[in-house]
């Protein structure tokens, strides 16, 4: 049976920044505008961090039955290792994205955003599907296509949407850096993964571009943030301040450039999302104070 270490690993806490930084962000553009409530913030927030633990657990559940995790070189994955049953992982997938529904529901119902009602169902949907069903999206390269739309424009946006009932050009221009950053995390997890992803038949995008064209595939994503960031600043120009966290990119830009492979990439993850959620801290500030 999994201790409470390994089901802390298995939800993969590198991965929460993705779920933080877009509603951070989101919230420096929804102050932006005018309109800011904790609340609905805070269940924007919950709603995001639910969603992210869900899709965790529900692909470590799908991919453990296939037995794509069983020459795994990343982080614990509960099913593939052995050490939680498939159906406790299934109810942990299942159980966190009801959460999330159930969240997301409320700030519907509390603020009459309806049509929300939509968009938290196709979040839903894709978490599951992503590698769950007889035909995962996420097995045939569109993985990085999801990131970028949900932990992007759909939590960015949905964030400022919910409580400002409209959307500016700064709020875009945050959610697609949030989104390359999100992608950028992604692309890092599976180019570590693409000898093993390859073997089993699991084509994402980096066993399609192959180990350079991922590398170059990241780097490209980890530099749209900044040119965004200068085009923001021409009309926010507190905004520039966020152009700093670049620096945060010595680490993993080394392990892409220099070749790095399996284990050696593993940290490139957890940096990238810092770098993401630092970038998305001081943008969202800058944005509120402007």
Known sequence: MATVA?????????????????????????????????????????????????????????????GTDENRVGPLRLVGSGVAAPKLVLTAALTCLGVAGVLGLVLVIATGRWWLL?????????????????????????????????????????????????????????AVAVGCFSTAVLTANNLRDIPTDREVGKNTLAVRLGDTGTRRFY????????????????????????????????APLKAILSGGTGPGLIPVLRDTGLVMLGWSVLSGIALALS
Request: hydrophobic content about 60%.
């Open 6 to 66: 390994e089901w802390i690993e298995g939800a993969r806490p590198r991965t929460l920044p993705n779920a933080v930084a877009p509603v951070v962000a989101g919230v420096g553009a929804t102050i932006q505008l005018g309109a800011f409530s904790w609340w609905q913030s805070l269940l924007a927030l919950l709603v995001a961090l639910s969603l992210i633990i869900g899709v965790n657990f529900a692909n470590d559940y799908s991919d453990g039955i296939r």
């Open 118 to 174: 939509v968009m938290g169902a196709v979040c839903i949907l894709g978490a599951w599907f992503y590698t769950g069903g007889k035909k995962p999206y996420g097995y045939v390269g569109l993985g990085e296509i999801a990131v970028f739309v949900f932990f992007g424009l759909a939590a960015v946006l949905g964030t400022v949407y919910v409580q400002a009932d409209r959307l500016s050009w700064a709020a875009l221009g945050a």
């Open 219 to 250: 780097l490209t994503l980890v530099a749209i943030p900044y040119v965004i960031t200068i085009l923001l600043g021409v009309f926010h120009p507190l905004v520039l301040i966020a152009l700093i966290t670049a620096v945060l990119l010595r």
